[in-house]
């Protein structure tokens, strides 16, 4: 177990130093100076070298890097050019809106995958599968930035049951946790009805059925059980995934969370800020995977002998 | 009957882009007097926020994703695939070196990275597919590498190899073809993806430029006004959602058909 660990550990921390300096790169190779969009055309020359300086832009990059670096295993991003605050503050500000938005639509997924996929699978042919699965490819098929409008016309204006958009009370996050929950439980439905139908098939099942347990018993107790393995690790990435389209979804709802801080940032050209979001987004995608792949070995003994 | 209208949709799709630019449109053309007008004989799918007619911008827009999708589909296709087999097949540094990268982008939500390089490098179509085929060439990289690694050291390739045939040709005539079907498979549904991407790239106001149009930016204007002039979010969406399902679709049966997962099950 503990070398299983190690590697793990080190693979994502090779992942996070991988994109650290992907952002940063990406970010200073790009056309479009900082500087003269914060201060405008009409700048002097002298203000502009002042302000770079200010900012540290006229060193070497990889003196920049460097510094980036290190700042980043302090927890320390810079300053936001825009707001004239550090990044950190910016982020911390908006994480607990983005976290809240993946977790109720995480809910709202597993609340509609779960009793979707069990019973497409339990009654494989039947309307219900079909019906499931017609779900599943619907959901998939609709895009964040298209669901969300349609819901907002018909539950905030035509039914007035939900706020258009904005964070304001428990009844804003409504609208925007189904629209981000809905191509994931699409995504998850159809993992559990095919994980649970190859269980289904093994040899232990028809035992259990030969032997008079209930259908319920076989279905949860030993199908279950075994499905959802493979379901977790689908969990685990769809989280992130989650995390990623809740920058569509944001934007769409005008949800104050670190994906439209990452629009927005972009908009002014605020470097510093555009780095930290995609790092803070990157850094929970390979944290929560991470406790999943851990998750999973101290779950199912078999992954943890083999890898011993 | 279901494969029928799902191709008919994908035929009309391609065909519309195709010839879009030989249609008598005004995708262009401001129009004061029809401001938000609903649909109707005048405009078959009314007209947008300045007058616009929604139909010709929808059919531009098709034109958008249906090149931008071909573009990056096909540009991810065969650097993923040159660059998975390659190294599958020499192994060694190479092989260790396109491991440790597609660890990264796995590891990563690669529409996050599409997101920033677009931001960064610009909107722009060009800038588009350039951020989307960066972002999308690792997954067929890692498809062909695997479904290489374990093929390899079947008998006709290690005869080839025996007989004096040259890389480049066992890989062309030896390697892809036992390998294409889960790859053709995958750029099916990379072809929703990217359609998606696109016009969500472009709903951000990253992605395509006014007066340039995308069913994604059209959405993004429309959304302002959904209480007056719901038709200008119905119509590109529809059309989006239409031609995604569609592809998915063709992606279902083709694997199917194709029996993909089988092939790749019974391999060493």
Known sequence: ?308 | MRAGWSGAVLLLWALLALVVPWLPLQPEQISLPAILQPPGAHHWLGADDLGRPVLDRLLMGARTSFWVACWVVGLSVLAGTLIGTAAAYFGGLWDRALVLIIDIFMAFPGILLAIALAGLLGPGITNLVFALTLVGWVGYARLARAQVLSVKHREHIVAAEALGTRAPRILAWHLLPLISAPLVVEATFGVAAVVIAESGLSFLGLGVQPPDASWGSMIRDGVRYLLVAPHLVLAPGCALFLVVLSVNLLGDRLRDRLDVRSIARSAP
């Open chain 1, 1 to 308: 177990m503990p070398a299983y660990l190690i590697s793990r550990l080190f693979m994502a921390v090779w992942v996070i130093f991988g994109v650290t300096t992907l952002v940063f790169f990406l970010i200073h190779w790009v056309p479009g100076d900082p500087v003269e969009v914060m201060l405008g055309e009409s700048a002097s020359a002298a203000d502009r070298e002042l302000l770079r300086q200010a900012l540290g832009l006229d060193r070497p990059v990889l003196q920049q890097w460097l510094s980036f670096l290190a700042g980043v295993l302090r927890f320390d991003l810079g300053d936001s050019l825009y707001h004239q605050q550090p990044v950190a503050e910016l982020l911390q500000a908006r994480y607990a809106a983005t976290a809240e938005l993946a977790v109720t639509a995480l809910v709202i997924a597993v609340l509609i995958a779960v009793p979707m996929g069990i019973l497409a699978a339990a009654r494989q042919g039947s309307v219900w599968d079909l019906g499931a699965m017609g779900f599943s490819l619907l959901g998939v098929s609709i895009p964040n930035f298209w669901l969300g409008p349609l819901l907002v016309m018909v539950f905030s204006l035509a039914l007035g049951w939900f706020p258009v958009s904005g964070r304001s009370g428990v009844a804003s996050v409504v609208l925007p946790a189904i629209t981000l929950g809905t191509s994931m439980a699409a995504v998850l439905s159809r993992m559990i009805r095919s994980s649970l139908l190859e269980v289904l098939g093994e040899d232990f099942v028809r035992t259990a059925r030969a032997k008079g347990l209930s259908t319920y018993r076989v279905l949860i107790r030993h199908g279950l059980r075994n499905a959802w393995l493979p379901v977790l690790t689908l969990l685990g990435m769809q989280l992130g995934a989650l995390l990623g389209g809740a920058v569509v979804t944001e934007t769409v709802f005008n949800w104050p969370g670190v994906g439209s801080l990452l629009i927005e940032s972009i908009q002014r050209r605020d470097y510093p800020v555009v780095q930290g979001c995609v790092l803070l987004i990157s850094l929970t995608y390979v944290v929560v995977n991470l406790l999943t792949d851990l998750l999973y070995s101290w779950i199912d003994p078999r992954i943890r002998l083999e890898r011993q």
